[in-house]
T-cell receptor, first 114, second 112 residues
Framework: NAGVTQTPKFRVLKTGQSMTLLCAQD?????MYWYRQDPGMGLRLIHY???????AKGEVPDGYNVSRLKKQNFLLGLESAAPSQTSVYFC?????????????FGPGTRLLVL | GENVEQHPSTLSVQEGDSAVIKCTYS??????FPWYKQELGKGPQLIID?????GEKKDQRIAVTLNKTAKHFSLHITETQPEDSAVYFC???????????FGSGTRLLVRP
């Protein structure tokens, strides 16, 4: 099993450009999450999904959109990138909160917005 | 909503010494408290967790304690080794919340 994979690993954008970050998991997990990690602020939840076709807002959803068209994939979109979105983005998945809450994280995507 | 505070932000210890990281949470309904370790350039990985019906849990050199009354929980690492150097995150959640709320992280450095 590859676990949780993220594409791309690193990206540089100019302000106003758009991009999509892809997260894929091969563990048949129901729940998937997108976090951003900034120095001194830990991991902040952007959006999450409790199953195929569902999405919900986390702590810091503004400026991002997500889609979960397939159970194994969770996409994070930036429609118009801003320098404040420079961060490291982590995807995570878990089987089901309340039963087995271990979240498995991907290796991260480092995004720089100029 | 839930808020998790973590201290200290950095911790430096001599190899062989113990390290303690503390977290406090605000939501009294929280009942699940995991700890994650993040090595440089990697995603966080679960190292130990505890539920609110237990006061302490151990796994070899790692232990977690929970004080529900005071709403705080701690990670204890004994006989620290250089490979313990990493960033550690605490988190909290409650049933039906579907999500974890993370602390701000502690950078642990174990000096050889």
């Amino acid at each position: 099993n590859a676990g949780v994979t993220q594409t791309p690993k690193f990206r540089v954008l100019k302000t106003g450009q758009s991009m999509t970050l892809l997260c894929a998991q091969d563990m048949n997990h129901e729940y998937m999450y997108w976090y951003r990690q900034d120095p001194g602020m830990g991991l902040r939840l952007i959006h999450y999904s409790v199953g195929e076709g569902t999405t919900a807002k986390g702590e810091v959803p503004d400026g991002y959109n997500v889609s979960r068209l397939k159970k194994q994939n969770f996409l994070l979109g930036l429609e118009s990138a801003a320098p404040s979105q420079t961060s490291v983005y982590f995807c995570a998945s878990t089987y089901e909160m309340g039963l087995s809450e271990t979240q498995y994280f991907g290796p991260g995507t480092r995004l720089l917005v100029l | 909503g839930e808020n998790v505070e973590q201290h200290p932000s950095t911790l430096s210890v001599q190899e062989g010494d113990s390290a303690v990281i503390k977290c406090t949470y605000s939501d009294s309904a929280s009942n699940y408290f995991p700890w994650y370790k993040q090595e440089l350039g990697k995603g966080p990985q679960l190292i130990i967790d505890i539920r609110s019906n237990v006061g302490e849990k151990k796994d070899q050199r790692i232990a977690v304690t929970l004080n529900k009354t005071a709403k705080h929980f701690s990670l204890h690492i004994t006989e620290t080794q250089p490979e313990d150097s990493a960033v550690y995150f605490c988190a909290a959640s409650r049933d039906s919340s579907y999500k974890l709320i993370f602390g701000s992280g502690t950078r642990l450095l174990v000096r050889p």
